[in-house]
């Protein structure tokens, strides 16, 4: 293998690696130090790839968008009935790999208050995971498995918060939230999409 | 006032106090020192009341669900038909006061991975919440707001994570979550108790 395609490899495997551990530990609980124990290497080889903590935790936060986005990656295409659901399906915590992913995001939303960088790396996930679903949605309308009147983008919204709600109560209450009622959860309110949109309240819009 | 009072009533204030501090600046931020800076007293008068900077997070959290609860007991009761939503109004962030409240809970989600007692403190402010969902959408259903065949606590768990994810979006991005927004999204999720569940997905329930 090339020397520098190797470099990158070794990289992502010790952001993973860190990942799994802030999963675990939380963002306090790990250090350079630490994480090389963890590696099974010396702090050199750490530092030799990242050049603080910060850098540590960045990278950690990202390798774990990028499992969820390989997730994303393998599903089928938008013409696919199931796709808004598979597109929640895919970062719901459903199981270890997802709740660790989610773990690893939740440890940094504290963070997000104090350190601009971060709070800007979680809207960029949020965003990018909006338009997927809102893309998928759109789709399904055209489709005529959503209702002609719904807004794609609010409704991506809603689901995008449903899910994140949900997430973030079950990677801490499994037993309040195991699989199944996260996935019918979601799925009654994909369900409901088919179904022509709420009422105004009146002046809602105006008031924006 | 009796000297008991008074002193439970400037532990308060210092817990509210803290709250803010942590709303702005983060849980790492916030120091005995810096609160009893921004309290205008020496670092004597707030060890007088907390033992340590672990007692004063914890009744930083507290002074918040307590804010929450104050604007939760003053809402008219379950035989009032907008009580689900008022709930949920409650404890959206609509204004500055709610909004610093889920930046002070937000502060404390990635401790909840290492620290136990900090994840029984926001299990337990879930709990809270849920229960006050679950009787009034079951009231509501008594008086035919929302369909009989529904479950109460599968909505009200479903609603509050929607209010969770709306929240925890929207305290970092009031740009896309303006508070007409936060309450059209709730408004349409709870718009749609009054219609029947959907289907069950075949097995569902024998696999949980």
Redesign the interface.
């Known amino acids: 293998m090339p020397a520098r395609i190797d470099a990158d490899a070794r990289r992502r495997d010790i952001a993973r690696l860190a990942a799994r551990l ?8 790990i250090s350079l130090r630490s994480l090389a124990a963890a590696a099974g290497a010396s702090t050199t080889v750490i530092t030799h790839y990242f050049a603080n903590k910060a850098e540590v935790l960045e990278a950690a936060y990202r390798a774990s968008v990028d499992q969820a986005r390989e997730r994303v990656e393998a599903l089928p295409g938008d013409d696919d009935p199931r796709r808004v659901l598979l597109l929640c399906e895919a970062v719901l915590p459903l199981d270890e790999p997802r709740r660790m992913n989610w ?1 690893t995001w ?10 601009p960088r971060m ?1 800007e790396l ?2 960029r996930r ?1 965003a990018g995971h909006r338009e997927l679903l809102t893309r998928a949605i759109s789709a399904a309308k055209r489709a005529g498995r959503v209702h002609p009147d719904r807004d794609a983008l ?1 409704d991506a ?2 689901l ?7 997430a ?2 079950a990677v ?2 499994l037993e ?3 699989a ?2 996260q ?3 979601v ?3 994909v ?2 999409l088919a ?1 022509p ?3 105004e ?1 009146p002046g ?2 105006a ?2």
């Open positions: 802030i999963a675990t530990h939380g963002a306090d609980n773990l939740l440890a940094f939303v504290g963070a997000a208050i104090s350190e709070a979680q809207r949020v609010d919204r809603a995008l918060a449903l899910v994140h709600g949900v973030s109560y801490f209450d309040d939230w195991p199944d009622r996935l019918d959860t799925r009654a309110f369900a409901q179904t949109p709420a009422p309240r809602s819009k008031a924006s």
